[in-house]
């Protein structure tokens, strides 16, 4: 027993001695549960919500009064719009809408003679999850106002139209995001892999002495993998396509601009791995898990990121593929075209850049201590 006690005193005696390891130990379990507490949940809040009018009467308007004052809706007025379904459908597509309520000229009438009338609901089928979701804060909502009513129960039907998804198939939003996903976790493990299999070799020292500038260096490693990382992007659209059944309806040209910017950030980010990884098995492991994780929880790839605690949202916002997977879902679901991608296309300018210039850097870095 006094062995056992004495091995067991050494061994506590180490973990006091690391305190790293200890720190780790104690602190990701709490980041663990502060992520996943606040990212897992389907809840969401200020539905964006569009009305279209065309009864203005008092009992429409009480309706309207009703989802504006709910924190479960953010309400939109299209009215002043000359075409306002036309620009319904515009916001719905760059994504600034989730919904439109659209109450008929004989909303009014109808309800004031004891008869049945419809209200019609234009919802963002693209997640099935977000839509099944609000279509239940609609039923809720249009319950809580016939119920502040007198004997208006069961007067009021929901008229509900899925746009992009008429079948409210989950495949149409996650197969996206999964294209998203694994084309940049592809592209961090190709120049990851390469630059610190060469490390490995010593072949790196090589390059190291060679007079070539580093940015030429980095730059001709990173090019050929471009067009490795597109054709594994044109397989996966293929199997998505033809597997999955997933329509392309947006134009191929406009995701291949976007593709190719966040391929670049995604090489990039594997260069900038590659300069700290001392061998190929942990830059493989430091690269899934740099675009893995934050990719799949904190992207809107699987948790609206509405629904996020503030800090996680702004995380969220450093993720390149919070991004593109806003791009991939709008050009292959809802055919929604360059201009409607503004903010994402510099966002992704910005981390390619940025990721590049830190990759060549901390390259030259490297390169100037070997010498």
Do not use: W
């Not at 507490?37 to 203005?56: K, M, P, R, W, Y």
């Not at 129960?153 to 197969?175: R, V």
């Not at 391929?263 to 492991?285: C, D, E, K, R």
């Not at 940025?354 to 390169?367: E, H, T």
């Amino acid at each position: 027993m006094s062995r056992t006690n004495a091995v067991f005193k050494k061994e506590f005696l180490h973990i006091l001695r690391d305190p790293a390891s200890l720190t780790i130990v104690l602190i990701m379990p709490v980041m663990m549960i502060l992520i996943f507490g606040h990212a897992l949940t389907f809840d969401i809040d200020n539905v964006e919500t569009g009305v279209f009018n065309t009864s203005n009467g008092d009992l429409s308007r009480s309706l309207i009064e009703t989802f504006s004052c709910s924190t479960a809706f953010r309400t939109v007025d299209l009215s002043h719009f000359p075409k306002p379904l036309e620009e319904a459908e515009r916001l719905i597509k760059a994504g600034r809408l989730k919904q439109v309520l659209i109450v008929p000229p004989d909303f009014d009438r109808k309800l004031k003679q004891n008869r049945k009338s419809q209200v019609g609901f234009i919802i963002d089928g693209n997640d099935s999850n977000i839509a099944n979701r609000v279509y239940q804060y609609d039923e809720m909502a249009i319950l809580s106002f016939t119920a502040e009513q007198r004997n208006m129960e069961g007067l009021i039907n929901i008229h509900t139209q899925m746009y992009f998804n008429p079948a409210n198939k989950s495949s149409f939003f996650f197969i996206p995001g999964i294209i998203a996903i694994l084309l940049l976790m592809i592209s961090a493990l190709l120049t990851s892999l390469s630059m610190a299999r060469e490390k490995e070799s010593g072949s790196i020292d090589l390059i190291f002495i060679s007079p070539l500038k580093s940015a030429q260096i980095i730059m001709g490693k990173t090019i050929p993998y471009i067009f490795v990382a597109l054709a594994d992007g044109v397989i996966i659209l293929l199997c998505a396509r033809f597997l999955f059944s997933i329509p392309i309806k947006g134009n191929l040209l406009v995701l291949l601009i976007f593709s190719l910017l966040y391929i670049l950030s995604g090489l990039s980010l594997g260069i900038l791995v590659s300069t700290v990884a001392p061998n190929q098995m942990t830059a493989m492991f430091v690269a899934i898990l740099a675009t893995l994780l934050p990719s799949i929880l904190l992207s809107g790839f699987i948790f609206p990121l509405d629904s996020m605690a503030p800090v996680l949202r702004f995380i969220s916002q450093l993720v390149p593929a919070t991004y593109f997977i806003e791009i991939i879902r709008g050009v292959i679901i809802k055919g929604a075209e360059l201009k409607h991608f503004f903010k994402e296309g510099l966002a992704l300018l910005f981390f390619s850049m940025v990721l590049l210039a830190a990759s060549m850097g901390k390259f030259q870095q490297s390169r100037k201590k070997k010498k």
